[in-house]
C-alpha cells in the first residue's frame, strides 16, 4: 500500500492506517452504489474524514455481467482531512469477473482484491470477456493475472445463499443479499461499526421483513466470515479524523446545491420558482427540490430547455427567486433567453451541471468545459457573473452566493458545477443556519423620478449608482407599471431607444454592472509557501486534487503554493496581481485550457495549462508531475538566463 | 393584491404613454381599440394585470397596454407567461402572439401551455404572414402562397389553429376578427372569465404584406352568408334568414344544410361545455377554405384542473402538512453526526 | 439508387453489429424484431434507408439498424429527417421517437413534419416516462403520476398523441402496440406504403419505470374488450363475439353501443380515407382513460401533396423552364458595366 | 467641403470633385431606397466607384412625418477606389421635416441641404418635433438653424404634381413621384447620365404606364429645375474611377452572399439545400436562394431556427451542400445542433449576419460582436472554423472559402457578416466564373479498412491523415451503411466509446482538424509603411473604414500599415509573428473587443482594442484618431524610456 502509512497499534492486534481507499465494484444490478453509501455513511459517523466518487454505467442499462454494465463506487476515508476520493484503490471488491476486467487496473500496485469466487463461472468470464484465443472462459483467478495482488477469493453468493435458507428466503431472492455480506467482509476487515449499519437495515427494509432479515444476515455472515476465517488475516483501522468540532453530515454535490437553493430562497425571503427540463446529471437537483414545497418551492417540469429558463425568467418578473437547472446541452438552448435576462436586467439562477461534450458527450462522465458557453455563449454583448462550486459540500454555499449576486445586480448568474461534484459526497459540517447571510433585497414600491412638469414618475431602468441594479418593481405594485422587452432600451426610462450613443452607454453600463460584482469578492486566498515560485490555481471541482497535489508535494518539501477561485466572471479584483508574484502559474481543468486562455488574454501572464479531458476528475498525482514540470522548467529557465 | 376591491378604470388608464407604431390601416389598432376598452370592465387593476408577447408585428402590443407587460423573444411567450402565471396565481395575465411567433417557432410552448391549462388568455393575430420581417409565409398561409420566400408558391398545408390548440386538450377555444370590436369583447370577455388557458384566434388583416386575406368572409357584406355564429346552447344558423345549418351526419361528419330540407330540430345544438372536444374540432374543420362558412365565436368551454392552482395547492399542503420549512431540519435531514 | 431492382434480403441484412442494450424485458425488444423482421418484405435496400432518432432509449434504435442512421440530439429528429428526405426524395427515412423526445422538447418540429408532409414514417414509442433519464414524468404520462419529478404527483394533463397529430394534419395516423408483433409490422407496413408524413404510437411498456402501464389494455386476457380494431370500410366492432360496436351519435360525439340494441347498419363503417380528420379525432378521443376501449390500427390515411416531392417538382420546374443555372448569366444579372 | 478635392474642370464651367457624399433622407414611405440605388446604380454604370450605407427605421413602421419614421440611403461616389460609403455627407436631401432633424447632423461643415419646401408646414414640422416650449411649430428653414449650410429650398410637391397633372394623374398619386424629382435635380447637380434612369423608370413600371409617365415627368422635372434655375448654381462632376479593367456589376453584400453560396454549389458539384427561419437582416439570402431553384438549391423555410440548422445537417448527411442563414438570436438557438455537426463531422455551414445585442438588441442596426459566439457558443469542447467577409462583395468570395472549408475538412464553419455589409453596396468586378476554384469533394465508395479476420469493414471515423477528415458516405451506398451520433465515438469505427483516453484523443483529433486548416490560410497581406511602428489589424466589415483611414494617414506622412484577417478560427498561421513586428497594434471593432482579447490570450501581445458599439460602421476619422493616439503613445514611451 503505497501511499497508505501503516501504523502498530497500540493493543498490538489491529494494524492502523492513515487512509484507506475502497472500490466496490458489481453489475449494475448487484446494489453497489448501495453498498458504498452504506460504508460511507458509517464511516462518517464514525469520525472519519472522506470523499467518494460513483462511477455509474452510462444512460442505459448494458447487458448483466458485461463490462460496460459495471457500476462502481469509490471512497476514500481518513482520520484527517482529505478532498479526493483517492487516486488508485487500496480495495476492490469485484462482485462478478466485468468488475475485475474494468477496474483492476486502477488498484494500487500490491492492493486487496476481494472477489465473489462464485461468480468467476465459464458463463460469466465469457461476458467479461476473459476468453483465451479460441473464445474459451479464462479464468484470472488462477492464470496469473493476480500475481503481486493480496486476493481474497470468498464465496459469497453461495454463503449467502446459505445462510439465507433457514430464513424461507428463495435462492434467487437471497442472491441479492451478496452484496450485504461483501459489506459485512469489509466491515470486519476495516474495523467499521456494525450497528448503524444494522439499524439502517431494519428502517430501509421496514416493509419487506423477509427481505430485511436476508440482508442481516449477509451482512453478519461477511462480518463473521472475516472474524472466523483465517484467510482474511489481520483487521486494520482507520481512526477518526480530528475534524474541527461541529455536527456533521454526509452530502453530495447535488444534494447540497439543492439545499443551497433552498438556503438562497429562504435568506432572500422570496418564494422559488424553478424551471427545469430532465438531464443527466442535474435532474437529481429537480427531484430534490420538488420535494421541498413547504419551502414556498414551485418546480415546473417544462417542455423542454428553453421553456424552463422562460419559466423561471417570468417568475423572476413577477417577484420569484427564478432557478433553471440544466447540463451543458440544456445552456446551449437557453442561450437566447439568458442574453433576454441580461437585457431586461433580472435577477435568474441558471445551474449547469457540467458533463462531457460536445454534443451528447459523455452524459454520466464528468468534465469542466461549459466555462467558454457561460461566459461567452451568447449573441451580442451579453456579460454575466460566473460562479463555481468546489466540492460537493461547497455547492451549497456557492448555491448562495450565485443567488446573491444575482439578486443584488439583478442579472442572470451561471453557476457551475460538474458530474463529479453533483454524484460525490464528503462530510459536511453543518453552518449555523442563523449566522448564514441575509440576501433580501427590497421591492420597489414608489416612483422614483420626476419628470419637467413636476409629474412623478417610474423609470424601470434607473440605476443604484453603486451597484447599477435596475430598480425591481413587480407586478401587483400600484403605480410602477412598466414593460421590459429585448430591444434596446433608453437609459432611464427603458423605453424604445436605438440612438448610437444610447446604445453604446447601455453596453458600458451592462458591462459595468457585472464589474461591480468585483466589490463583494473577498481577498483571494493563498495556501502553501509564501517564498514559492509556483502557483496553482484553479477553479470548480479540481480544488480537490490540487489540494492533495500541494499538500504532498509540500510534504516532501517542494515549494509551491496554490489559490483556488469561484468567481469567473468578474474575476476576483486582485488576481492580475496575484499571479504576477510567481515565476510559474499552473492552472489545471478538465477542458482544454479555458480559464487558462482568459486569464492570458486579461493579465497578458503566460499560464501553463494542464488540460485532462478523460471524463474524469485529476489525479492529485498528475497535478503533482504539472507541479514538478513547473519548478523543472524553471531551473532550466534560470540556466538558460532568461526569467 | 386582492381584487376584491378593484377602483374604477377608464380606457385611458389603461392606455401606456407610447406611441403605436403599427402600420396606417393594420388591423392590430382595432385589436387594440377593443381591449383597452374592454379592460375597464372586466373588474381588474392595471397592476395585476401583465401582458406577454414574443416577436412580431403584433407582439408590440404589451407596449401599448398601461400595465405590466414583457416583449419577450420570438415564440417563448407562453413559456414565460406560465412561469408568471405560476409563480402568481393572483395575477392577470394575457399573451399576445402571431401566427408566426405562436405556431411557427413558438408551437410547442403553445400546445404544452394549453396542455397544462395555465391560467393565462392567449391572444393569436393570425394575419397569416410574417409582418415584422416584412412578408414571408407563415404556418397559416395558404398553399400556393406566393411570397418573398416562396417566389413560386408555397408548397406546405398550412395549420388550423383552432385544429392544433384542440388537438392539444385546449379548455377554451374561440375564434374572432379585428374588424368586430364586440364580437372581438365578448369573446375576450369569455376567455378571460375562462379558469385555465384561453386560446383565441384573432383573423388579423395586415394590409402591407397579405391585405384583404379574409374579406371574404369578415367584409361586412359577406358576413351573413359567410360566418356562422356559435351560441352555447342554440342550434347552429347562419344566412340571412337563419335558414342554414349545421347538422351531424350518421357517417361521423358535420353537414351544411338548408334548415328548410331538414327540419330545425336536426340542427346541432353547440355545446361548448362537452368534455370531449372532438366536436368543437369538427366545427372547427368545417370551413374547407377561406371562401366557405367558418364559424366564429367560442368552440369549447370547459373546466377542468388549472395549472397554476394546482402547483398551489401542493405548495399548501405541504405546508399544512409539514409545517413551513425549517433550514436547520433540512440540513440535518440526511442524518448528522457530532465531532469535538 | 434506384430501388426498382432492389436484392432479396434477411432480417440479418437489416441487423447491425452492435450490441443492444435495453434493460432485459423492455418493450423496445419487440419492436426491433418487428422492424427487422418486416424490412426485407418492404422491397428496399439497407443502403436506401435511413433511421433518426433523436434521444432517450427509443432512440438507441437506429444503432441496431445496418442502414445509414444519425441518434441525433434530443426532439430534433424530426426537423433533421426532413432535410435527409427532402434533399433525397429517393431515400426511406425513418424517425424513431419517444414521448418525451417526440412530443415534449421536440413537439414542434413533429407536427410541423406532420403539417409539411414530409415522407418520413414517425414510430412513437410512448411509455408514458422519460426511461433514459431514469423516471421523470412525460407529457403522455397520466394527472397523478408520482415520479421522480412529481413526488406528490403530477398535475397537468397528458397529451392523446394522436389527437396532436391529427390537430396538426397529420395524414396518416395509427396506434399499435408492442406486443402484438403481427400488428405493429401491418402498421408499419401501411406507415411505409404511405406517401407523406406517417405518425405511429406504438404503446411499449417501460418494464423499469412504468410497469404495467398499458397492461389493462393490452394484455392478451384484456384484448378481446379492450381493443378496438379498426378496418378501413368495415364496421367498428370489437368484444370476444364482436358484439359490441361504435356509433355516430346526432349529438354531434361517438358511442359505444351493443349492437344487439342498435343494429348492425347503425354501426359506424371505418373511413380512414376522408378527407376531413374529424371522425378520426372522435376515434382517437374514444377511450377516456387506459381503462376503457382503445381503438387500434390505422386511424387515418390520405393522400395529399407531400413535401419533398413538391419541393423537387419546383426544382425541376425551374430547371426546365430556365435552363440549368449558368453562373456567369447570374453574376451579370444585375446589370454590369465595362472598365477599360 | 472639408475633405472633398475640388478641381477646375478643363471647360472652366462645371466643377469636378474627386468624391461626393450624399444622402437622401425622407419618410420610410417616400422611396427613398429606392431613389439611392438609382443614383448608385447611375453612377456605378458612369464608372464611379462607390459605397453605400442604406439606413432604415426600425423594423415596424413608425408613424409618418415623425423622427422614427425615417429612412436614408447614403452612398458615397469617387473617381478612385474607395471603400466606405463616407463619414459625413457632403449633401443632405431631406424630404421632411423628420429628415432634416434625424440627418442634419451628420452633414460636413458646410454641406448642402436640399429640402422639399413644401413639407415644412405647421403639421410636418410638429410631428418632427420641431416645436417651441410652448409646443408651437418652429420652422428650421427660417430660425437660423442652417446658418452655415448651402440650403436649396425647392417645393417639390407642389413642381411634382404640377408637371403630373396634364397627364391626368391625381395629386394623391402625383405626390408620390416627389422623389424622382429629387433624384432628378441631384442627378443635374452631380452631372448624372439621365437616359440609364428613364430607361429603368420605363421597364421598373411597365405594368403601369400612368405612373411610369408620372415617375419620367417628375424625374425630368427635377433636372430641368437644376438646369433652369438661378438658385441652384454650380453642377458638380465626379469623373469615373479608374478601376481595374473589367466587367463590373453592383452588388450588396447579402446578394453575393447568396450568389457565392450558389457558386459554392457549382464548384463543389454538389445541390444545395439551405434551411432557414426568416430573421433581419439575413432574410434576404433566403429570398435570394428561393430564386435560383434552377441551379439545383432547395430552400425550407423552417418553423424555427433550431429546425432549419437541423434540416441544413439532415441535408448534409444525405450528400447536399446544408446550409443555414440567420442572425445572432439564431446563431443561439442553433448552438445545440452546431455541436451535433462538430461530433459528426460533416460540412455544414452556418451564416450569420450579425446585429445589435443582447437579445432581440438592434435588428436593424450592424454590428461585429457575435465572435465570441461563433468562437466558444457551444457546451463542451467544440471548436469549428470561423471566417468573415469584409466588404459587400467579398461576401461572395467569403461564401465560397467557408464552403471549400466545410467541405474539404467536414466540419461546420461559421461565416460572419453584418447589417453593414448586407445592405451596403459596392461595384464589384465580376471574377472569371472559370477562374474559381474546383472545391469538391469525393464521397466514400468503398470499404476502408479490414478487420482482423480479413473481412472488409467500413470506419466512419478514420481519417485522412492530412486534413483529418473523415469519409462522406452519403446514403445510397452500398456497404457503407454506418450510424453517427452525438454521444463520444471511438476513433476510427465510430462506434460509440466512454473511455477516458479515446475521449482525450478524439477531442484532440477535433481540435487538430481544425487547426489543419492553417494548411491552406494565405500569408497575410500588410499593406502600408514597411518600417511602420503601428498596424490596425482588422476583421470583418471594419476593412473599409481601416482602408480609408490608413490612406488619409499615410497621405499625410504618417507611417502606418494595415492587415485584415478573414480565418478567425484557425488564425492564419504567420499572424503571431506578423503582430510582434509592430511595436503597437490596434484592433479596431464593433463590439468590445473580442478578437483583440483573443488575440492577447493566443499572442501575449498587449493589444490596443478600439471599440464601437453604436449600431454603426467606423467613421474613418475614428480610426484615425486611434492610429495617432498610437502613435503619440509611443513617443509618451519612449519619453519614458521602456519599450
Ligand atoms: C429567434 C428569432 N428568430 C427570428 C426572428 C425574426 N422575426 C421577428 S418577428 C418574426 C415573425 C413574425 O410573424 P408573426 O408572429 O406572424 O407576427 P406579425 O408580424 O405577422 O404580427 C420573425 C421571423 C426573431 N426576432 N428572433
Ligand atoms: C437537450 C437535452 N435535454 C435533455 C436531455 C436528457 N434526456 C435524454 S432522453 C430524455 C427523455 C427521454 O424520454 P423519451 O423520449 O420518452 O424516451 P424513453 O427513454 O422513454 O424511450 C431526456 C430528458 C438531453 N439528452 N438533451
Ligand atoms: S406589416 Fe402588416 S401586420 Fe405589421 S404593422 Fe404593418 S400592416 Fe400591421
Ligand atoms: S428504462 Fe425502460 S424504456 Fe429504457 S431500456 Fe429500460 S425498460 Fe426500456
Ligand atoms: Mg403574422
Ligand atoms: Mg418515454
Known amino acids: 500500500m503505497t501511499d497508505t502509512i501503516e501504523r502498530s497499534d497500540t493493543a498490538g492486534n489491529d494494524r492502523v492506517l492513515d487512509h484507506l481507499v475502497v472500490r466496490f465494484a458489481g453489475d449494475s444490478g448487484d446494489g453497489m452504489q448501495l453498498t458504498g453509501d452504506r460504508f460511507t455513511s458509517v464511516s462518517a459517523s464514525f469520525g472519519n474524514d472522506l470523499s467518494t466518487l460513483p462511477d455509474f454505467p452510462a444512460e442505459i442499462r448494458a447487458p448483466a455481467g458485461t463490462v460496460n454494465g459495471v457500476s462502481a463506487f469509490q471512497v476514500n476515508i481518513a482520520d484527517h482531512e482529505i478532498t479526493t476520493p483517492g487516486d488508485e484503490p487500496n480495495v476492490l471488491v469485484a462482485m462478478n469477473p466485468a468488475a475485475l476486467k474494468a477496474d483492476l487496473h486502477r488498484l494500487e500496485v500490491g492492493g486487496t482484491v476481494i472477489v465473489n469466487e462464485d461468480s468467476f463461472d465459464a458463463r460469466d468470464l465469457s461476458k467479461a470477456g476473459y476468453v483465451d484465443s479460441s473464445d474459451e472462459p479464462v479464468n484470472p483467478l488462477e492464470d496469473g493475472t493476480l500475481n503481486g495482488y493480496r486476493v481474497l477469493k470468498v464465496p459469497m453468493t453461495s454463503l449467502t445463499k446459505e445462510v439465507c435458507e433457514p430464513l424461507g428466503v428463495k435462492p434467487r431472492d437471497a442472491e441479492r443479499s451478496k452484496n450485504f455480506f461483501a459489506l459485512g467482509l469489509v466491515s470486519w476487515m476495516y474495523t467499521r461499526p456494525t450497528e448503524p449499519t444494522e439499524e439502517w437495515i431494519g428502517q430501509k427494509f421496514a416493509k419487506n421483513e423477509q427481505v430485511a432479515a436476508a440482508n442481516t444476515a449477509a451482512f453478519r455472515a461477511g462480518f463473521n466470515f472475516g472474524e472466523t476465517t483465517e484467510a482474511v488475516g489481520h483487521r486494520y483501522e482507520v481512526r477518526p479524523a480530528t475534524l474541527p468540532a461541529g455536527t456533521y453530515t454526509s452530502i453530495t454535490g447535488n444534494q447540497a446545491l439543492s439545499w443551497g437553493l433552498v438556503a438562497a430562497g429562504q435568506l432572500a425571503k422570496l418564494p422559488i420558482t424553478l424551471g427545469s427540463y430532465p438531464i443527466t446529471p442535474a435532474s437529481d437537483i429537480l427531484h430534490e427540490l420538488s420535494k421541498h414545497k413547504h419551502f414556498g418551492i414551485r418546480t415546473v417540469q417544462a417542455e423542454d430547455e428553453i421553456a424552463a429558463v422562460g419559466v423561471a425568467l417570468g417568475a423572476s418578473f413577477a417577484g420569484h427567486l427564478g432557478i433553471t437547472t440544466t447540463s451543458g446541452p440544456g445552456v446551449a438552448l437557453k442561450s437566447e433567453t439568458i442574453s433576454l435576462a441580461v437585457a431586461i436586467e433580472l435577477p435568474l439562477l441558471i445551474i449547469d451541471i457540467q458533463r462531457g461534450g460536445p454534443s451528447t458527450g459523455l452524459p454520466t462522465k464528468t468534465e469542466a468545459s461549459d466555462l467558454n458557453i457561460a461566459l461567452y455563449g451568447r449573441h451580442g454583448e451579453s456579460p454575466l457573473p460566473v460562479v463555481a462550486s468546489k466540492s460537493p459540500a461547497d455547492c451549497f454555499h456557492a448555491a448562495i452566493e450565485a443567488a446573491r449576486i444575482a439578486l443584488k445586480y439583478r442579472t442572470p448568474v451561471i453557476l457551475l458545477s460538474d458530474g463529479y461534484l453533483a454524484n460525490g459526497s464528503e462530510p459536511w459540517k453543518l453552518p449555523d443556519v442563523d449566522s448564514l447571510p441575509d440576501i433580501s433585497v427590497p421591492f420597489a414600491t414608489g416612483t422614483n423620478h420626476v419628470d419637467d412638469d413636476g409629474n412623478e414618475e417610474f423609470w424601470p431602468y434607473l440605476r443604484d449608482p453603486e451597484t447599477l441594479a435596475r430598480p425591481w418593481a413587480i407586478p401587483g405594485t400600484p403605480g410602477l407599471m412598466h414593460r421590459v422587452g429585448g430591444l434596446e432600451k433608453a437609459d432611464g426610462t427603458g423605453n424604445i431607444d436605438y440612438t448610437p450613443q444610447n446604445h453604446e452607454r447601455m453596453t458600458e453600463l451592462r458591462e459595468a454592472k457585472v464589474a461591480a460584482v468585483t466589490a463583494d469578492i473577498p481577498p483571494t486566498e493563498v495556501e502553501g509557501d509564501v517564498d514559492a515560485d509556483v502557483l496553482v490555481l484553479g477553479w470548480g471541482s479540481t480544488w480537490a486534487a490540487i489540494d492533495a497535489a500541494v499538500q504532498r508535494r509540500r510534504r516532501v518539501g517542494v515549494k509551491v503554493a496554490k489559490a483556488h477561485i469561484a468567481h469567473l466572471s468578474p474575476l476576483p479584483p486582485d488576481l492580475g496581481d496575484l499571479l504576477r508574484r510567481y515565476r510559474k502559474v499552473i492552472v489545471p481543468e478538465l477542458n482544454r485550457g479555458q480559464l487558462a486562455h482568459l486569464l492570458r488574454g486579461t493579465y497578458l501572464i503566460d499560464i501553463i495549462s494542464v488540460s485532462k479531458i478523460q471524463g474524469l476528475p485529476f489525479k492529485s498525482r498528475e497535478i503533482e508531475a504539472a507541479i514538478d514540470a513547473a519548478i523543472e522548467s524553471l531551473g532550466a529557465d534560470s540556466e538558460g538566463g532568461a526569467s | ?340
Chains 1, 4 share one sequence.
Open chain 2, 1 to 340: 393584491m386582492s381584487t376584491a376591491q378593484v377602483a374604477v378604470t377608464t380606457k385611458k388608464d389603461w392606455t401606456s404613454d407610447q406611441e403605436v407604431r403599427w402600420c396606417p390601416g393594420c388591423g392590430d389598432y382595432g385589436i387594440l381599440l377593443a381591449v383597452q376598452q374592454l379592460m375597464p370592465e372586466l373588474g381588474v387593476a392595471p397592476e395585476n394585470t401583465v401582458f406577454v408577447s414574443g416577436i412580431g408585428c403584433s407582439s408590440r402590443f404589451p407596449y401599448y397596454m398601461n400595465t405590466y407587460g414583457m416583449h419577450s423573444i420570438h415564440g417563448r411567450a407562453p413559456a414565460i407567461a406560465t412561469g408568471i402565471a405560476t409563480a402568481r396565481p393572483d395575477l392577470d395575465v394575457w399573451v399576445i402572439t402571431g401566427d408566426g411567433d405562436g405556431l411557427s417557432i413558438g408551437g410547442n410552448h403553445l400546445i404544452h401551455a394549453l396542455r397544462r391549462n395555465v391560467n393565462i388568455n392567449i391572444l393569436l393575430f393570425n394575419n397569416r404572414i410574417y409582418g415584422l420581417t416584412k412578408g414571408q409565409y407563415s404556418p397559416t398561409s395558404e398553399v400556393g402562397k406566393v411570397t418573398k420566400s416562396t417566389p413560386v408558391g408555397s408548397v406546405d398545408a398550412p395549420f388550423n389553429p383552432l385544429s392544433v390548440a384542440l388537438g392539444a386538450e385546449a379548455s377554451f377555444v374561440a375564434r374572432t376578427h379585428d374588424l368586430d370590436r364586440k364580437h372581438m369583447q365578448e369573446t375576450f370577455r369569455a376567455a378571460h372569465a375562462h379558469n385555465g388557458a384561453s386560446f383565441v384566434e384573432i383573423y388579423q388583416n395586415c394590409n402591407v404584406f397579405n391585405d384583404g386575406q379574409f374579406s371574404d368572409i369578415t367584409k361586412k357584406t359577406n358576413r351573413e352568408n359567410m360566418m356562422i355564429d356559435l351560441v352555447h346552447g342554440e342550434p347552429i344558423l347562419f344566412g340571412p334568414d337563419r335558414e342554414r345549418g349545421v347538422m351531424q351526419g350518421t357517417d361521423g361528419f358535420l353537414h351544411i344544410v338548408e334548415v328548410a330540407d331538414v327540419g330545425l330540430d336536426q340542427i346541432l345544438i353547440h355545446d361548448e361545455k362537452n368534455d370531449r372536444p372532438s366536436l368543437a374540432f369538427a366545427l372547427a374543420r368545417l370551413n374547407d377554405d377561406d371562401h366557405s362558412p367558418t364559424p366564429f365565436g367560442v368552440f369549447r368551454n370547459i373546466q377542468r384542473s388549472e395549472y397554476a392552482q394546482a402547483v398551489s395547492d401542493q405548495v399548501v399542503a405541504a405546508s399544512e402538512r409539514r409545517g413551513p420549512g425549517d433550514l436547520g431540519e433540512l440540513l440535518a435531514s440526511n442524518g448528522t453526526w457530532t465531532v469535538g
